[in-house]
């Protein structure tokens, strides 16, 4: 088991769809493992392989007090209603916060770590927004490629995207260095995860 270093915006890998996992097995387990270690070393509540270079559909999370868990090759079965999140933050795009519309309900399918098929639903809380972040980074999108606009990202010392870079966020070179930020931890506590069967 071993932190790996997180990819930053720029990265190639960050960008191609990932491939799904064909067998769940102890190569997969492990590769889990190492995201979550590498998700709580960088502080994050959530990491998607390709974000430590693996470009394979496996997203790990790990909701504030509760055991992280890990979804194989997640699809996003049903999403419900809107709601505005004011500062989510990706580990892959350290020093950034941006304002965005996410769903109110979020249901996934996935496998689980014995391969077995498992259901994930959540509502209005920190989890169905990490859902949507993580199932979004498989298919090679980043949360500022769904910004409405430019003012909507914010540096985290305060001044806004915009009037410091006068170049699209989705290509910008990667912020190198600073601090790490994971999804924002203002947001509902207690996920509603039904992870059983
Ligand atoms: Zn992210």
Redesign the pocket.
């Known amino acids: 088991m071993a932190v790996r270093p997180i990819r930053y915006l720029g990265d190639p890998v960050l960008r191609q769809p990932a491939k799904k996992v064909r067998q769940v097995d102890d190569a997969i387990r492990r590769l889990v493992q190492d995201m979550i270690e590498s998700m709580y070393a960088a502080q994050g509540v959530g990491l998607?392989a390709p974000?430590i270079g693996v470009p394979l559909r496996v997203v790990v999370l790990g909701m504030p007090d509760e055991e992280p868990f890990a979804l194989i090759n997640p699809v996003i079965m049903r999403r419900t209603g809107t709601r505005r999140l004011d500062g989510e933050g990706?580990?892959?795009v350290p020093g950034y916060r941006g304002a965005i519309t996410r769903s109110e309900k979020v249901v996934v399918r996935a496998l689980d770590l014995r391969g077995k098929e498992i259901r994930v639903r959540a509502e209005s809380n920190l989890l169905a927004q990490a859902l949507e972040?993580e199932v979004d980074?498989i298919n090679g999108f980043?949360?500022v490629d769904r910004l409405d606009s430019m003012a909507d990202l914010m540096k985290l010392d305060g001044t806004d995207w915009s009037s410091a870079h006068a170049v699209a966020p989705s290509e910008a070179a990667a912020p190198v260095g600073g601090a790490s930020s994971g999804l924002p931890t203002h947001a509902h506590a207690g996920p509603d995860a039904d992870t059983g069967d």
């Open positions: 998607a974000q990706c580990l892959s972040h980074h980043l949360y």
